[in-house]
């Protein structure tokens, strides 16, 4: 069988039986690389189902591995409490949610997003905050033990793969070669990160020296850990305060 756009053979088979009247529409979107995960309705992320749709970033393989990196972190934390900001499928904190007693909240700008979270809380029986925040402009009402975030941070003419023109396009590109999220959260997590908090993001393949910069800026003491991807690329951050 002649496999479409790198389609693995069962995921096809899954799309024949939720697209049996239209099939051909849906070859034609993926001849123009449009997102399987979008089609599908649902990405399998750290063993966890997780609904997707236009609304919101697909979740990726790296993303996953922020998650066990930070549930091992936070095994040495007497922490209670966390804020996911930029959380958009709320992938990362069900995740935590599931493996970790923690309080968590989760932010987004975009109410499609956020309903999108709440879905995802609903259907994994976890229990999480979901409310809109434009982080840019505002900051959380409370205080947290630690801030997590995979903010957008692609530069407004970096080269990306062609299924990403049909994600929001809020939730991937970000000003200031990529680090406005980043200076803007270092820069305002004073007001609400409890003393001996963490701050943990993900991060351009390119942007650590420059994120590391900024939070010694902000947080001249902190312990600053910067961990690899699967590919050996910088990709997370720890700010331990």
């Known amino acids: 069988m002649k496999l479409l756009n790198n389609i693995g053979t069962a995921d096809l088979k899954l799309l024949k039986e939720l697209y049996p009247n239209n099939f051909n529409e849906i070859e034609q979107k993926l001849k123009e690389n449009y997102p399987i995960q979008y089609l599908i309705g649902y990405v399998d992320f750290y063993n966890t189902k997780i609904n997707v749709n236009k609304n919101v970033l697909i979740p990726r393989f790296e993303t996953g591995l922020l998650v066990d990196k930070t549930i091992k972190f936070l095994k040495n934390k007497n922490y209670n409490s966390l804020i996911d900001i930029c959380t958009g499928s709320g992938c990362i904190a069900i995740s935590l ?62 080269y990306t793969s062609p299924e990403t023109k049909y994600e929001p396009s809020i939730a991937l590109y970000a000003r200031n070669n990529g680090l406005e999220f980043y200076e803007r959260i270092l820069s305002t ?45 910088d990709r997370f951050i720890f700010i331990e305060i």
């Open 189 to 233: 997590a004073n007001n609400y990160l409890n003393k001996n908090g963490s701050i943990i993001f993900e991060i351009g393949a390119t942007q650590s020296e420059a994120i590391k910069k900024i939070a010694s800026y902000y947080f001249p003491n902190s312990k600053i850990t910067i961990e690899k991807d699967y590919n050996n690329y």
């Open 97 to 158: 949610k599931k493996h970790t007693n923690l309080e968590i909240d989760a932010c987004d700008i975009s109410e499609e997003a956020l309903k999108v979270a709440n879905i995802n809380a609903l259907e994994n029986n976890v229990n999480i905050n979901c409310f809109k925040l434009d982080i840019l402009k505002n900051t959380p009402n409370k205080k947290y033990d630690c801030i997590i975030s995979n903010p957008p941070y692609v530069l407004e003419n970096e």
